[in-house]
């Protein structure tokens, strides 16, 4: 069986890649702070956890997968969020 857009296996293929994605960075974070929270519990450690998310509304300049100029916009973008205490989050998704 050949593989094509116009297969049923692939409609949707996109909007499935995309919530498993979100999904698993979700839980990927959570898992951060739950280390954390052992850290502190078990070995008395001074951790914290802070996220920032990129805007919804950020497209990449550049289509493509690790482009440089599309990598370096979401490098610049983090750093001017990041360096706005607001923007942090402190607790898990």
Do not use: C, Q
């Amino acid at each position: 069986m050949a593989f094509s857009p116009n297969n049923f296996y692939w409609k949707g293929s996109n909007d499935r890649y995309r919530t498993a994605t979100r999904a698993s960075t979700a839980t990927a974070v959570r898992h951060l702070f739950a280390m954390a929270e052992v850290a502190r519990l078990k070995r008395k450690a001074e951790a914290e956890v802070r996220i920032v998310s990129i805007p919804g509304d950020w497209f990449p300049p550049v289509a493509g997968t690790f482009v440089k100029e599309t990598v370096n916009n979401l490098a610049d973008l983090s750093e001017k969020i990041g360096a706005d205490p607001v923007s942090w989050s402190t607790s898990p998704p």
